[in-house]
């Protein structure tokens, strides 16, 4: 009796200890927090990154609502009250953080 017992607690303690191996929930939180830290560090501007040839990932993009969305169109600046020298470059990293709409702006 006190092998199947011992063989019965030793599997329990196996599939909790594996049950536990995995995603930590925390750390994804914080990667979370990051990324809305740097969305909302940029909501409501007209960013860029550095020019390196990535066809329209070099172009200009609006921040609303934690995503960048693409400005497919040079006079959608003008006829939504933005000027061109108000487009601030950002490190890749920062574009790179914030989600894209898929839904480019005309």
């Not at 329990?12 to 191996?21: G, P, Q, R, T, W």
């Not at 400005?71 to 600046?77: E, V």
Request: proline letters at 5%; a neutral charge; aromatic letters at 10%.
């Amino acid at each position: 009796m006190s092998f199947k017992f011992t063989k019965l607690a030793f599997t329990l303690a196996s599939i909790f200890v594996l049950s536990a191996c995995g995603e930590n929930t925390q750390d994804a939180a914080k990667t979370g927090a990051v990324i809305s830290a740097i969305a909302q560090k940029y909501e409501g501007k007209i960013v860029h990154q550095p020019a390196a040839n990535r066809g329209k990932d070099d172009g200009w993009y609006l921040v609303k609502n934690g995503k960048r969305s693409w400005i497919t169109d040079g006079s959608w600046l003008a006829k939504n009250g933005f000027q061109p020298d108000a487009v601030a470059e950002i490190s890749s990293a920062d574009f790179n953080a914030i989600p894209e709409d898929p839904q480019p702006l005309k």
